[in-house]
């Protein structure tokens, strides 16, 4: 285990608009927070079990963090949370390709982007960007995106250029299901990810994907620091 989070279950009702998921809690309802910007529509049926963290805001009663998957385990939909599990595990040295680098500088401006991390090893300096993978649609995969995505194009780009100019550039795949085995673009949603990521790899671009789920009580479970990734 990880960290270990206070969370509560609802049944999903409907998605309300982008940010905000209508959900049933001992026959009330909820409104409840969703930091994740992905269309989820594979994950956010009505009548699946969601884990919320109850936090009352102008408008919410909570944050939505995970969907179970079965009995015992959900995915984690919060890139918050992905994030933290990320750097916990990080910090645990738990994740043997960032041994020896450190957080130097996180939304690290680069040219027109915000690059998620800047670290640095000895003398050396690298970027680093996370991506939420949660578009599971079987076979054991999860694939990043789940639509078109401009922004995360360019930042592939950017981290291209940054290795051009002598930075170690990383690119991290979060798989935060538990049922994914492998990480692959999904080209069915955006056309043109494949061949961006196999260019970036070809550049010297290091692609990682890290897997990681919640339990039903709430403890985060990092379950590979690097499952196989298929471009």
């Known amino acids: 285990m990880i960290l270990k989070v206070e969370v509560d279950t609802a049944v999903i009702m409907r998605r309300l608009n982008r940010f905000v998921i209508e959900a049933c809690y ?20 009505p009548g699946s079990t969601a ?3 109850h936090h009352k805001g102008p408008r919410t009663d909570g944050l939505l963090v995970g969907i179970m998957i079965d009995d015992m385990r959900a995915a984690i939909l919060d ?7 990320f750097e916990e595990s990080w910090r645990r040295g738990l994740i043997p390709w960032l041994e020896g ?6 939304e690290y401006r680069y040219r027109d982007s915000r690059i998620d991390y800047l670290i640095v090893k000895n003398k050396s300096k690298g970027l ?20 078109i995505s401009i922004r995360g194009r360019r930042h592939v780009e950017r981290l291209i250029q ?28 955006d056309p043109f990810i494949g061949e961006i990521l196999r260019k970036a ?21 990092l379950d590979s620091p690097s499952i196989p990734v298929l471009i």
Request: proline share 3%; aromatic share 12%; charged share 25%.
């Open 79 to 85: 890139t918050k949370l992905q994030t933290v599990i």
């Open 51 to 53: 884990l919320f963290i």
């Open 128 to 147: 680093l960007e996370i991506k939420s993978a949660l578009y599971h649609l079987g076979d054991n995969y999860c694939m990043y995106p789940d639509t």
């Open 162 to 189: 940054a290795r051009r100019r002598n930075y170690q550039s990383f690119l991290v795949f979060i798989s935060a299901h538990p049922l994914c085995r492998y990480f692959m673009p999904c080209r069915e949603a």
């Open 201 to 221: 790899r070809e550049l010297g671009v290091d692609i990682y994907s890290v897997k990681m789920h919640l339990t039903k009580d709430g403890e985060a479970i």
């Open 101 to 106: 680098w450190r957080i130097a500088k996180r």
């Open 26 to 45: 001992f026959d009330k309802s909820l409104k409840l927070y969703l930091r994740n910007t992905g269309r989820l529509s594979e994950l956010l049926l």
